[in-house]
Structure formats: structure tokens, C-alpha cells
């Protein structure tokens, strides 16, 4: 299987689209830490998910185009609410916390972890995860109980490789194929990645078409 089959794919009409929806308007609306705060849904609404320092907040706001919409850190651990940008005033981009953090507190990564999981399991206007990827590392063992809670809640999710710029060529396409090949044993899981960088924006029309895809004709 060559690398470019277990990538997503698309049209110069859905690309056009993607980059049409991120030049629309996009704000910062609220941070979460509970169910209660969850605002109403949207039209649409995708979250990132990761492990910590996987470039969530990074890739978001490079997504939009945008510096420091999301707050991002070298400190691993950096965002810790569910926090919901709105795009077009009718997408919800939700930017998790990371888990898998080794230096955080264990109370602080129970209260994480459960923040993570009571809203990816319980948030029905959820339409897609990304499940964010260190393209050095690929999964790791952090990853599991993620994919797991999101197979048996069907919630639907596609990997997304980030910090591309990290790797040469060759080398991403065999974390891509292993990655794949791993994401292609869950259920839930959407068979084709996109490999990104925030840093060069590689991926970053592909990613915008996905989420764009899943809007309304
Ligand atoms: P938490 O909120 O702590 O879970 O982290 P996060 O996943 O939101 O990561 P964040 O976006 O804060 O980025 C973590 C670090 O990775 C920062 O130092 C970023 O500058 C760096 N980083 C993010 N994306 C890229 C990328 O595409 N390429 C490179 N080289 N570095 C990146
Ligand atoms: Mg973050």
C-alpha cells in the first residue's frame, strides 16, 4: 500500500470550499469545564483531540489563519478547558485539552481526563474528531482509552499526523501507512488521514475541505 492511498482526498471544488468557510469570521465564544457550560449547537461542530503538545491549539490556529486564537505553549498541558471557537457563525471548533501528560498532578489528569471523555462520549451535535498524531511518534499506548471510548460511543474520528515539517519525506509516509494500518482495526475511525504542519501550512487545504465536507450541500 503506497502512502498516498491511506490519504484523504479531494476535489479542487471541496478544497475551494474549505478555503471559502475559514475566511469567514471566526471568534473566540467560551471555555467549558463542565457539561452544564456546553453551548447550543451549531450548524456543525468538530473538536481536536491529543495527546499533550500535539499541536491542537497550533493547528487551529493555523487553520484560521490566526496567531494566538488558541492559546499554544511549549509547556506541555497548556489548555485545559474545552474551548469553542465559532466560525461562520454556524461551526463549533472545539479544541480539547491534551491528555497523556506525564507531569501532571494525578487529581489534574483525572479532572482532564474526565472532561475529555464526559464530552466526547455525551456531545450528540459532535459531527467529527480529528484525533491529532505527533507524525514523530505515531500512537502510543496514551491513545488507546481515547479510541476506544470513541468506538464503542460511534463517535466518528480521522487521524490527523501534525508537525510534518519535523520528518523527511520518506519517513512520514512510513509513520502514515503504520498509523493507518493501526486506525484501520477501530470501527468509528475514518479510513484516510491528512498530514499537516502548522508550521508550513502543509495539509491545511485538505484539513479545511474535510470539515467543510461536513457542512450541509
Ligand atoms: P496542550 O494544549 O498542552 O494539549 O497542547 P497542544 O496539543 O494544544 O499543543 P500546542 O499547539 O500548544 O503546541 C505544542 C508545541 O508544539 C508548541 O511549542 C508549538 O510551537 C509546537 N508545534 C505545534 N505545531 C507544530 C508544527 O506543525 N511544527 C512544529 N515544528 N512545531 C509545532
Ligand atoms: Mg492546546
Not at 18 to 28: N, T
Not at 76 to 87: I, K, Q, S, W
Not at 207 to 212: K, N, P, Q, T, Y
Request: proline share 5%; net charge positive; hydrophobic share 40%.
Amino acid at each position: 500500500m503506497s502512502a498516498n492511498s491511506v490519504r484523504a482526498e479531494f476535489s479542487n471544488d471541496e478544497i475551494e470550499r474549505g478555503e471559502a468557510l475559514f475566511r469567514r469570521p471566526c471568534s473566540f465564544l467560551k471555555g467549558v469545564v463542565d457539561a452544564d457550560g456546553l453551548p447550543h449547537p451549531r450548524e456543525l461542530e468538530v473538536a481536536f483531540a491529543g495527546r499533550s503538545n500535539v499541536g491542537k491549539s497550533s493547528l487551529l490556529n493555523a487553520l484560521v489563519g490566526r496567531k494566538a486564537l488558541a492559546r499554544t505553549s511549549n509547556t506541555p498541558g497548556r489548555t485545559r478547558e474545552v474551548n469553542f471557537f465559532e466560525l461562520d457563525d454556524r461551526v463549533y471548533l472545539v479544541d480539547l485539552p491534551g491528555y497523556g501528560y506525564a507531569r501532571a498532578s494525578k487529581r489534574e489528569s483525572a479532572g482532564w481526563n474526565r472532561l475529555i471523555r464526559n464530552y466526547l462520549k455525551g456531545r450528540a451535535p459532535l459531527a467529527r474528531v480529528f484525533l491529532l498524531i505527533d507524525a514523530r511518534h505515531g500512537l502510543k499506548a496514551t491513545d488507546k482509552p481515547i479510541l476506544e471510548l470513541m468506538d464503542v460511543s460511534a463517535v466518528s474520528y480521522q487521524g490527523v499526523l501534525t508537525k510534518s515539517d519535523k520528518l523527511k519525506q520518506d519517513e512520514i509516509e512510513g509513520v502514515a501507512e503504520a498509523v493507518a494500518g493501526e486506525l484501520a482495526t477501530h470501527p468509528a475511525a475514518h479510513p484516510d488521514l491528512i498530514v499537516t504542519s502548522a508550521r508550513t501550512g502543509k495539509g491545511l487545504p485538505e484539513l479545511r475541505a474535510a470539515i467543510a465536507a461536513l457542512l450541509g450541500p
